[in-house]
């Protein structure tokens, strides 16, 4: 089946410093990305939808400077936190939909971002 | 814009059929998908309604009514692996493809 495979599993930065986080879909190609935040007991909020080859979409309200969102192949995207801060210590996911059917959307495992 | 609610928590019996509701805003969509998640884990993709009606899937079934902006997931034969985070999710008629999702319904199976 379709795989998204997302790496790291887990990332400890220092406040200030970068962190990228890669998706890449192994037997398929992607077209397009999906990039999800989720805070511990609440639900998956997209922060942006990646497109290979153009500009990421941002949902309102997510700083497109400080979340760069990068999608240079149809098999690879990437998000990078920017000047990390312990706010934006959290759970990344991202996404991917599967061939041309409605329901098939396959996701990464996800990324725990903890920024001390 | 889109929003969808559903309960923030369900406590059930192994063994036992539970419903979880999910009603919802939307100006269009697609379908309503359902998705099972794991402390810590990723989202796995559970049922998907596009029309109206039942869906069954082995343990789950899904539920849809346009009319009413409402779906739910019923799961019988409750074991405890099912507890979980359950949520329903948009898929809006726009050409994004992008998923909305809900809140998410905490499910705590008890023996």
């Known amino acids: 089946g379709a795989v998204v495979s997302q790496h790291p599993s887990w990332v400890i930065c220092k406040s200030g410093t970068s962190v990228k986080i890669e998706c890449r879909s192994l037997d398929f190609q992607a077209t397009t990305m999906f990039w999800y935040r989720q805070f511990p007991k609440q639900s998956l909020m997209l922060m942006a939808t990646s497109n290979e080859g153009s500009k990421a979409t941002y949902e309102q309200g997510v700083e497109k400077d400080k979340f760069l969102i990068n999608h240079a192949s149809l098999t690879l995207s990437t998000l990078t936190v920017t000047s990390a801060h312990p706010e934006d210590s959290s759970f990344y996911i991202c996404?991917?939909?599967?061939?041309?059917?409605?329901?098939?959307?396959?996701f990464g495992s996800g990324t725990r971002l903890t920024v001390v | 814009g889109q929003s969808l609610e559903q309960p923030s928590e369900v406590t059930a019996v192994e063994g036992a059929i539970v419903q979880i509701n999910c009603t919802y805003q939307t100006s269009g969509f697609y379908g309503l998908s359902w998705y099972q998640q794991h402390d810590g884990g990723a989202p796995t993709f559970l049922s998907y309604?596009?029309?109206?009606g039942l869906e069954e899937t082995g343990r789950f079934s899904s539920f849809l009514s346009r009319s009413d902006s409402y779906g739910y997931l019923l799961l019988q034969e409750l074991q405890m692996k099912d507890s979980a985070s359950y949520f329903c999710a948009l898929r809006g008629s726009g050409n994004t493809g992008k998923l909305i999702f809900g809140q998410g319904t905490t499910l705590q199976v008890k023996p």
């Open positions: 309604n596009a029309l109206d």
């Open positions: 996404s991917a939909r599967v061939a041309a059917t409605n329901y098939g959307y396959t």
